[in-house]
């Protein structure tokens, strides 16, 4: 089983990035996934939530309306959109799936908004 982000790095405030989540090594279309992230010295914070096939979504106060999840079910992918980034979005992101069987996570992916 593999959780492999990528996408993260450093961006203005203001700016966008767009991160990735491929999954390997179960049947990913059976896992709802998440996303969450950790900044230096606090917990790990739940960002969003995207259900199995992709109908519905959930988002964190703190980014809703800036951030957008969506998945792609025939590549085994899961993508967070960040638009309007702040410096208190800085923070290691990490990809979940979770069904009532199983929790994977992935290693994560640094995001740092810095001007």
């Known amino acids: 089983v593999q959780l492999v982000e990528s996408g993260g790095g450093l961006v203005q405030p203001g700016g966008s990035l767009r991160l990735s989540c491929a999954a390997s090594?179960?049947?990913?279309?059976?896992?709802?996934m998440s996303w969450y992230r950790q900044a230096p010295g606090k917990e790990r914070d739940w960002v969003a939530r995207i259900t199995r096939d992709g109908g519905s979504t959930n988002y964190a106060d703190s980014v809703k309306g800036r951030f957008t999840i969506s998945r792609d079910n025939a590549k085994n992918t899961v993508y967070l959109q960040m638009n309007s980034l702040k410096l208190e979005d800085t923070a290691v992101y990490y990809c979940?799936?979770?069904?009532?069987?199983?929790?994977?996570w992935g290693q994560g992916t640094q995001v740092t908004v810095s001007s």
């Open positions: 979940n799936a979770w069904n009532v069987w199983r929790n994977y």
């Open positions: 090594g179960f049947t990913f279309s059976s896992f709802a």
